[in-house]
């Protein structure tokens, strides 16, 4: 089948890449990165950025524990449009002690949001908070499976998940498997 749409040019290119590690030292890391490049020579108010050239390459990494509070996240703007850029790195320091989960976007906010931070390393934590969540649920589950197979009086927590979107709206059906749910019962039957 051919393609439809008009030609078109390429402007900017935006690459997100967050990766989750587990250390030695029984905490997480989950480090994040932002490359913004251009598709044509653009002029800025510091100078050039080439065709192809990279405008912004930031990077954040941040120390979790298994409840998934921030230890210290370290911030690096290794390319930027402004030599100021650089200057608000230190301000990350101030999400140590930020759990993620709800509200987690307003507390990034209030301690790094607007003239204190920078937008697009701010921007970053959404998906790594999300990187986060995958790269220690299975972990979590497993611990979940142990404790339920060492003590069969144990009762699953409420899933944090319910209500955090449409699929598993209180009263659908993904919601209805999580409530019923066992770490060591049968698997449940995939939705035809």
């Given at each position: 089948?051919?393609?439809?749409?008009?030609?078109?040019?390429?402007?900017?290119?935006?690459?997100?890449?967050?990766?989750?590690?587990?250390?030695?030292?029984?905490?997480?890391?989950?480090?994040?990165?932002?490359?913004?490049?251009?598709?044509?020579?653009?002029?800025?108010?510091?100078?050039k950025?080439?065709?192809?050239?990279?405008?912004h390459?930031m990077?954040?990494?941040?120390?979790?524990?298994?409840?998934?509070?921030?230890?210290?996240?370290?911030?690096?703007?290794?390319?930027a449009?402004?030599?100021?850029?650089?200057?608000?790195?230190?301000?990350?320091?101030?999400?140590?002690?930020?759990r993620?989960?709800?509200?987690?976007?307003?507390?990034?906010?209030e301690?790094?949001?607007?003239?204190?931070?920078?937008?697009?390393?701010?921007?970053?934590?959404?998906?790594m908070?999300?990187?986060?969540?995958?790269?220690?649920a299975?972990?979590?589950?497993?611990?979940?499976?142990?404790?339920?197979?060492?003590?069969?009086?144990?009762?699953?927590?409420?899933?944090?998940?319910?209500n955090?979107?449409?699929?598993?709206?209180e009263?659908?059906?993904?919601?209805?498997?999580?409530?019923?749910?066992?770490?060591?019962?049968p698997?449940?039957?995939?939705?035809?």
């Amino acid at each position: 089948m051919q393609d439809s749409r008009p030609p078109r040019r390429l402007l900017h290119d935006r690459q997100v890449q967050c990766r989750g590690y587990q250390r030695e030292d029984g905490l997480f890391e989950i480090e994040g990165c932002l490359i913004d490049t251009k598709g044509e020579e653009t002029q800025f108010i510091y100078g050039k950025v080439a065709a192809s050239g990279v405008l912004h390459q930031m990077r954040l990494v941040m120390v979790l524990d298994w409840d998934l509070v921030i230890h210290s996240v370290e911030a690096f703007s290794e390319q930027a449009p402004t030599p100021e850029c650089g200057q608000v790195t230190e301000a990350y320091r101030a999400l140590a002690g930020v759990r993620i989960g709800a509200g987690f976007k307003r507390r990034v906010a209030e301690r790094v949001g607007g003239t204190v931070g920078c937008t697009h390393l701010t921007e970053l934590l959404g998906p790594m908070a999300t990187t986060a969540i995958q790269t220690l649920a299975p972990l979590q589950q497993k611990r979940l499976r142990e404790r339920a197979a060492a003590d069969p009086s144990f009762q699953m927590p409420t899933h944090w998940v319910l209500n955090t979107c449409h699929a598993y709206r209180e009263e659908g059906e993904a919601a209805r498997r999580i409530r019923t749910w066992k770490p060591n019962g049968p698997a449940i039957d995939p939705v035809k």
